[in-house]
């Protein structure tokens, strides 16, 4: 089994920056789908950003240019550097990762962004 624990989360003033955390307890390496999920109240859970295992990667429209989703596999982490924030942003954002059919999700860590 795979554990997922974000960190990083926080407030943060429009046009800021956070880098969130997702400390995987299995190596990254073999998972063949990492990503950044985030909700907003009223609104459903959508993918922020993606890394496949051959490191393809993916950005939603609303971030593409702000965001940066990396990894660590030394130390078995994925990051989402977001940049220019906006208060749209405000969200719970969760870790996901998904290997031999199986989906992790970790316990979100919450992003404000507001003046």
Known sequence: QVQLVESG???VQPGGSLR???AASGSIS??????WYRQAPGNQRELVASI????TTYYTDAVK???TIFTDNAKNTVY???NILKPEGTAVYYCHS???GL???GQGTQVTVSA
């Open 80 to 82: 989402l550097q977001m």
């Open 9 to 11: 989360g926080g407030l």
């Open 30 to 35: 073999t998972m063949g789908f990492m990503g």
């Open 103 to 105: 989906r992790f999700w």
């Open 52 to 55: 496949t295992n051959s490191g």
């Open 98 to 100: 998904a290997i031999d």
């Open 20 to 22: 969130l955390s997702c």
């Open 65 to 67: 240019g702000r965001v």
